[in-house]
C-alpha cells in the first residue's frame, strides 16, 4: 500500500515550494479544470517558472463524466511535456484524469490500454481535492467512460503519493456544492463502518470522520477556515476507509437519481442512505454478514456513538434531521416505469458489499418510500 504525504497548504504555499524541492522537480504536469482559474492556488502556478525555473505544463481538455479519449490526449501531452511530476488539482473529474494519466503512462500507447494488464509505475502524482467530498484523493478508484459505458478503474498505482490539503479551495463553492459534498463524505464513512469488508483499520477511518464532520458541519457551511480544513481532512479519513471497504447500497442505488433528477451525487446517496438506514436496523435478520447479526449489531451502536447517538435507532433519526435540515430536495418520480428503472439500475456487484440482504422488491419498496410524498418539503 502507498504510503501517501499529506501537505497543509499556507498562506504562501511554502509546504509546497519545500516538497517540489525534495523530489527536485524540474517540470510539472498540470491537471485542472477550467475553474482553475478562480482559486487561490492559481497564482502559485502563474510566476512559478520566474521564481523556480520550473515548467508547468496546463491540462484542461476533459469534462465531467471524463472520456477515455481525454485520457489519450492526456497520456499524449504528459510524454511530451517529458514532467516529473502530476498534479491534480478539481474534484472527481481531474482526480480520475490525473489518475488514468498516471496509470497508462508506461504502458504500450498503440493498443487499448483498458484491454492491458496494468504495470504498477513510480509517477509521483499530487493532489489537491476541490471540494470535500469524494475522497479520490485517497483512493485507488476512477471512472472514465469509452463508447458511452462506464469503465471503472481500480488499482494501487491510481493511489496519489501525496496530497495537498488547501481550506482556500472551498471558499468559492456554491453553497449546494457544499452540502451535497459533505453528505457524501459523511455517506462513505457512514458505508464504510457497515460494509461487510470493514477491518479494524477501516472503522478507525469512518469513526474519526464521522466525529469529525458531525462537530465541524456548521463552521465548514458557515465557511469558516477552520471548518473547511477540518472537512477536508474528513473526507480524506472516509476516502481512506471506502478505499478498504469500497461503497454498499446507499451508493447503489444513488447512480441512477443523478442522471433522471440532476442532483449532486452527495445529495442523491444521503436521500437513499435516509430511508436505507432505519430499515436496516429495523431488519437485522436479514443479516448476510460473515461475522454474523450480533456484530452486526455492535457495529451498528458504534456507528451511533461516533454520531454522537444514544442508540443506532438514534442515530438513523439524527441522520434524518440533518439531511432536511440542509433543505435537500426530493425530485418528483413520475410513474411506475420511473420506479422500475431506477430498482433495475441498482448494481448487485455493490449489494455483495452490504451486510443486509436486500432483494428487488426491497429496493423498489425502498425507493417508494424515499419519493413518498409524505416526505416532500
Not at 457497515?194 to 478507525?204: A, D, L, M, Q, T
Request: hydrophobic share 40%.
Amino acid at each position: 500500500m502507498i504510503k501517501q504525504q499529506i501537505l497543509i497548504a499556507g498562506e504562501k504555499y511554502e509546504r509546497l515550494d519545500e516538497y517540489l524541492m525534495e523530489n527536485h522537480v524540474r517540470r510539472i504536469f498540470l491537471v485542472c479544470s477550467s475553474s482553475f482559474s478562480l482559486l487561490r492556488i492559481s497564482k502559485y502556478f502563474y510566476n512559478l517558472l520566474q521564481r523556480t525555473g520550473i515548467e508547468v505544463t496546463k491540462f484542461t481538455d476533459f469534462k465531467p463524466n471524463p472520456l477515455y479519449d481525454s485520457v489519450l490526449e492526456g497520456v499524449k501531452l504528459y510524454h511530451k511535456s517529458e514532467s516529473d511530476l502530476i498534479i491534480a488539482i478539481g474534484g472527481g473529474s481531474a482526480m480520475d484524469i490525473a489518475k488514468c494519466i498516471k496509470l497508462y503512462s508506461n504502458m504500450n500507447a498503440n493498443r487499448n490500454y483498458l484491454t492491458q494488464i496494468i504495470v504498477p509505475n513510480k509517477v509521483k502524482l499530487l493532489a489537491v481535492p476541490t471540494t470535500a467530498g469524494s475522497g479520490s484523493e485517497a483512493t485507488k478508484y476512477a471512472v472514465i467512460y469509452h463508447n458511452g459505458e462506464k469503465q471503472s478503474i481500480s488499482d494501487d498505482s491510481c493511489i496519489p503519493s501525496a496530497v495537498l490539503m488547501d481550506a482556500s479551495v472551498l471558499t468559492t463553492l456554491p453553497i449546494y456544492q457544499k452540502k451535497s459534498t459533505m453528505m457524501d463524505a459523511l455517506c462513505h464513512a457512514i458505508e464504510s463502518f457497515w460494509s461487510v469488508n470493514s477491518s479494524v483499520e477501516s472503522k478507525r477511518y469512518s469513526r474519526e470522520a464521522i466525529c469529525m464532520i458531525m462537530s465541524n458541519k456548521e463552521l465548514y457551511l458557515d465557511n469558516n477556515e477552520t471548518g473547511n480544513m477540518n472537512m477536508l481532512k474528513a473526507a480524506y479519513l472516509a476516502g481512506k476507509a471506502i478505499n478498504i471497504t469500497q461503497t454498499t447500497a446507499g451508493h447503489a442505488m444513488c447512480y441512477k437519481l443523478t442522471g433522471l433528477y440532476g442532483i449532486a451525487h452527495g445529495h442523491a446517496v444521503a436521500l437513499c442512505i435516509s430511508k436505507l438506514w432505519p430499515f436496516m436496523v429495523a431488519n437485522q435478520d436479514r443479516c448476510i454478514d460473515a461475522r454474523g447479526r450480533k456484530y452486526l449489531s455492535r457495529l451498528f451502536d458504534e456507528i451511533a456513538a461516533a454520531m454522537g447517538c444514544r442508540n443506532a435507532v438514534d442515530a438513523a433519526y439524527s441522520f434524518q434531521v440533518l439531511f432536511d435540515s440542509l433543505e435537500l430536495t426530493i425530485p418528483d418520480v413520475r410513474d411506475n416505469a420511473e420506479y422500475d428503472s431506477l430498482k433495475k439500475s441498482v448494481n448487485p456487484m455493490r449489494l455483495k458489499n452490504h451486510p443486509i440482504q436486500l432483494d428487488e422488491n426491497t429496493i423498489n419498496e425502498l425507493y417508494h418510500q424515499i419519493f413518498s410524498r409524505r416526505n416532500k418539503r
